[in-house]
């Protein structure tokens, strides 16, 4: 199902999305179609090396059949795979069940086909054959081994193209280097200036702090002072 192989349910959804891709721009569809022919070759590689050839295990350990717990689950899994695909088939709308429960979800933003039935047939043709291709070729490596594995399976390829340590060194160096640059402007600049307005509260209150003695006396005298001061800048108006 997997590896896009009709009637299985796989089939229909890869099918389908490669149907709307080629009707959006054949670029996407090409990519699609490239993912889709990688997709069966590494799920037929993954039955092959599991279940075929000799075993890889070491002696001390002794393999046995799974439970009922673990074998129900994958037969409930295999059966949706053999026939759910049948709940979404093109050729009628009278089984789009999950479409029409996911519907009010989506606020009816269907996408619209616009490609014929020839066509929709012809790219069909193409995913199948490249659902082919990938198998045949897994088929041809690790069962029949007609070609090393060593010439598919690139030691680039084996370590996920590097993105992983690309993404540790980058986290590890300029990555690093430029949070660390982030975390010092929040905690000077953005916190600072947060700071600097508590801090200019609090020594205006320390300011203040001094003529709010709660001396009667003190205040009489700033009261007298105040008066002083009125009644020179009176008589100094008046002066002049």
Same mark, same amino acid.
Request: proline share 5%; net charge neutral.
């Given at each position: ?103 009010? &979800?989506? !606020?009816?933003?269907?996408?619209? +086909?616009?490609?014929?039935? /020839? $066509?929709?047939? *012809? #790219? ?88 709010? &003695?709660? !001396?009667?006396?003190?205040?009489? +005298?700033?009261?007298?002072? /105040? $008066?002083?001061? *009125? #009644? ?9």
């Amino acid at each position: 199902a997997i590896a896009g192989v009709p009637p299985f349910a796989g089939f229909w959804s890869k099918d389908e999305i490669l149907a709307y891709a080629w009707d959006a721009s054949p670029a996407l569809w090409l990519v699609g179609i490239v993912t889709a022919v990688l997709t069966a070759f590494y799920m037929s590689r993954l039955v092959f090396m599991t279940f075929y050839g000799e075993a890889r295990h070491s002696s001390d350990i002794h393999p046995h059949e799974p439970s009922r717990l673990m074998t129900a689950p994958l037969v409930v899994l295999a059966a949706a795979a053999v026939v759910a695909g049948g709940l979404n088939l093109p050729f009628t709308k009278d089984l789009h069940f999950m479409g029409a429960w996911l519907e009010p &979800s989506l !606020f009816g933003n269907e996408a619209h +086909l616009s490609l014929g039935g /020839g $066509a929709q047939w *012809l #790219l069909a043709l193409v995913s199948m054959a490249g659902a082919a291709i990938g198998i045949a070729g897994a088929v041809a490596v690790y069962l029949q081994h007609r070609l090393p594995a060593s010439r598919v399976e690139l030691p680039a390829a084996a370590r996920a193209f590097y993105v992983d340590e690309a993404w540790t060194r980058f986290v590890g160096g300029p990555g690093r280097r430029a949070f660390e640059g982030v975390a010092a402007f929040d905690a000077n600049v953005v916190d600072g200036a947060v700071d600097g307005v508590g801090r200019s509260v609090r020594a205006g209150g320390a300011v203040l702090r001094r003529v709010q &003695s709660g !001396f009667v006396r003190s205040y009489a +005298l700033l009261t007298a002072a /105040g $008066a002083v001061a *009125l #009644l020179v800048w009176f008589l100094v108006r008046t002066s002049f």
